[in-house]
């Protein structure tokens, strides 16, 4: 399994730019959910998803956009960048929101706005 | 929301001794706490969790202690190596309305000095 993927790695941006970071997992996981990390800050939730179809927003929603069509796939969009959302970005995944069940992350897209 | 305070942001510690991190929540509803790793340029990985009905819960050198009734829950390393040196993340699942989100502290570095 490869687990919890994420493309790209690496992104910069223009003010005003849009785009989409992808997050895919294989371990057919229900619940799944973008942060991003920034310093001192910890991981703040941005938006988490229950199953496929359903979506809900986090902490730190505003700027961005999710869908989840289907039970791999959970695409992050940016619709109109602006330099405070510069910050590394984490997608996660887990069987359901049940007590103990462990999340696994993605390996991050540091993400650059300009 | 839920609030989650973690102490201290840094931690320096010899070979040998002891580490403890400490975190506080708000909400007395949540009931799934666990505690992540992250080495520099990595992905968060899950060390050890504890769930509400339990009051502490043992993985070789480390532990974690839950306090419901303070609503505090703390990372107890024993025995430090230098491979221990991270960044070390609590985090607490939301219950009642908030059901699903997970509240993340803001981390603590530590360092183990051979």
């Known amino acids: 399994n490869a687990g919890v993927t994420q493309t790209p790695k690496f992104q910069v941006l223009k003010t005003g730019q849009s785009m989409t970071l992808q997050c895919a997992q294989d371990?057919?996981?229900?619940?799944m959910s973008w942060y991003r990390q920034d310093p001192g800050m910890g991981l703040r939730l941005i938006h988490y998803?229950?199953?496929?179809?359903?979506?809900d927003q986090g902490e730190v929603p505003n700027g961005y956009n999710v869908s989840r069509s289907t039970t791999e796939d959970f695409p992050l969009r940016l619709l109109s960048a602006a330099p405070s959302q510069t910050s590394v970005y984490f997608c996660?995944?887990?069987?359901?929101?049940?007590?103990?069940?462990?999340?696994?992350f993605g390996p991050g897209t540091r993400l650059t706005v300009l | 929301g839920e609030n989650v305070e973690q102490h201290p942001s840094t931690l320096s510690v010899q070979e040998g001794d002891s580490a403890v991190i400490k975190c506080t929540y708000s909400?007395?509803?949540?009931?799934?706490f666990p505690w992540y790793k992250q080495e520099l340029g990595k992905r968060p990985q899950l060390i050890i969790d504890?769930?509400?009905?339990?009051g502490e819960k043992k993985d070789q050198r480390i532990a974690v202690t839950l306090n419901k009734t303070a609503k505090h829950f703390s990372l107890h390393i024993t025995e430090t190596q230098p491979e221990d040196s991270a960044v070390y993340f609590c985090?607490?699942?939301?219950?009642?309305?908030?059901?699903?989100?997970?509240?993340f502290g803001q981390g603590t570095i530590l360092t183990v000095h051979p």
């Open positions: 371990m057919n996981h229900e619940y």
């Open positions: 985090a607490v699942l939301a219950g009642g309305t908030s059901y699903g989100k997970l509240t």
């Open positions: 504890i769930r509400s009905n339990v």
């Open positions: 998803s229950v199953g496929a179809g359903i979506t």
């Open positions: 996660a995944s887990s069987w359901g929101l049940e007590a103990s069940n462990e999340q696994f």
């Open positions: 909400d007395s509803a949540s009931n799934y």
